[in-house]
């Protein structure tokens, strides 16, 4: 008696490596911001170790979950990811300027600080930058002219800086540039290109400021401190000077 024939059942189409790869890296999808475009390929195995490892939860634990439930569980996370990386976005930035806020600035220095002391480390110099007369413009024209002013400026200073350098706003017309990868004669150059470039879009505005160089020991906090005494002592030298060439003008015309 002849055996019934046995049909094989078709094999499924391969999934691109790539799939399962990128299911390890997605690990919840927003440590390097690689999520998976297509569900679809995600296998129910990648999907559940994804899944314990954004629960912090062992694998065998999610075993009972069915793979429809697994991709709804995934999307409905990355959807709340996805939503507090926005809020994180809004609370970091200041509303008026877009520049960082202060507290996110500081964080992100002292992150650049330590990177530079590893054995590949880069030069940093701080910049405290000081908004000329603010106070005399809201006075005069109104407080949207300054705030039109302070949004100017940190345009100014973006259009003179690299991608991956930094400027937060410190205080009301104070500001912070966070100058990596730079000697201190390389900074004093973008130095001189935002002041003369806040110049051209303010028409006649100025800013003042103050620069300091990371050295051994330095944390964020010392390193813009050192910062803004260069400005207070750049400022104070600026007024001496002042004065001098006024008394020398009214000595010549005795």
């Excluded at 991709?71 to 996805?82: F, H, I």
């Excluded at 806040?198 to 906090?221: K, M, Q, Y």
Aim: positive net charge; contains cysteine; glycine residues 6%.
């Amino acid at each position: 008696m002849t055996e019934p024939h046995q049909v094989t059942p078709p094999v499924p189409p391969a999934r691109p490596a790539a799939a399962d790869a990128a299911a390890a890296e997605d690990l919840i999808g927003w440590v390097i911001q690689a999520q998976l475009l297509d569900e679809a390929l995600l296998s129910p195995e990648s999907a559940r170790r994804v899944l314990a490892a954004a629960l912090g939860v062992d694998e065998p634990a999610l075993h009972a979950v069915a793979p429809t439930q697994l991709r709804t569980a995934l999307s409905r996370l990355r959807r709340l990811v996805k939503l507090c990386d926005e809020l994180a976005s809004e609370a970091a930035t200041d509303d008026l300027t877009g520049a960082m806020r202060r507290g996110m600035g500081l964080a992100a220095l002292q992150r650049e600080i330590d990177r530079s002391r590893r054995p590949s480390g880069h030069g940093i110099v701080v910049a405290f930058v000081d908004v000329d007369g603010l106070k005399n413009l809201n006075d005069s024209r109104g407080h949207a002219a300054g705030d039109r002013l302070l949004r100017d400026v940190v345009t100014a200073i973006r259009q003179r800086i690299r991608s991956y350098d930094l400027v937060f706003r410190y205080g009301g017309d104070e500001f912070v540039c966070v100058l990596i990868d730079i000697d201190s004669v390389q900074a004093e150059r973008t130095i001189a290109d935002i002041r003369k470039n806040v110049r051209v879009r303010t028409g006649e505005h100025t800013v003042s400021v103050g620069l300091a160089s990371v050295v051994e020991g330095d944390n964020a906090e010392a390193v813009v401190a050192r910062a803004d005494m260069a400005l207070y002592s750049a400022r104070r030298r600026s007024l001496t000077g002042q004065r001098h060439r006024a008394r020398r003008a009214g000595a010549r015309t005795q």
